[in-house]
Nanobody, 118 residues
Framework: QVQLVESGGGLVQPGGSLGLSCLASGMSFSLFTMGWYRQAPGKQRELVATITPDGNTDYADSVKGRFTIARDNAKSTVSLRMDNLKPEDTAVYYC????????????WGQGTQVSVSS
C-alpha cells in the first residue's frame, strides 16, 4: 500500500514561486531516492530533480538555479521549491520514489498541475 500524494500545484504568473510537496506512506522513506518529474501535454515525461537518501541532489539544466529539492525523512516528505517560474514550466508534476533492492523499482504519485501564465 505504498502511496505518494503530491500537493501544492496551482496557477502562478511568470516570475512567481510555488512550492510542491509529496507525502509518502507504506514504505521505508529514508531508503529511497526521491525525485520530481514533469510532463507537459504532447511531450515526454522528464526528470526535474532528484535527491538521494544521503541528501545529494541533481537537477535538470532547465531548472538549475531556480528549483530546489529537499526531503524531510522524519515527515516522509519531499518538496520542490520553484522560483522564477516560466511558462515552459507548465506541466503535471509527479513525485517518484526509487529503489534498487526490490521490485517494483519505483513508485509514482498521481501528479499535480502547475500552470504558469499571465
Amino acid at each position: 500500500q505504498v502511496q505518494l500524494v503530491e500537493s501544492g500545484g496551482g496557477l502562478v504568473q511568470p516570475g512567481g514561486s510555488l512550492g510542491l510537496s509529496c507525502l509518502a506512506s507504506g514504505m521505508s522513506f529514508s531508503l529511497f531516492t526521491m525525485g520530481w518529474y514533469r510532463q507537459a501535454p504532447g511531450k515526454q515525461r522528464e526528470l526535474v530533480a532528484t535527491i538521494t537518501p544521503d541528501g545529494n541532489t541533481d537537477y535538470a539544466d532547465s531548472v538549475k538555479g531556480r528549483f530546489t529539492i529537499a526531503r524531510d525523512n522524519a515527515k516522509s516528505t519531499v518538496s520542490l521549491r520553484m522560483d522564477n517560474l516560466k511558462p515552459e514550466d507548465t506541466a503535471v508534476y509527479y513525485c517518484k520514489a526509487s529503489r534498487s533492492w526490490a521490485l517494483p523499482s519505483a513508485y509514482w504519485g498521481q501528479g499535480t498541475q502547475v500552470s504558469v501564465s499571465s
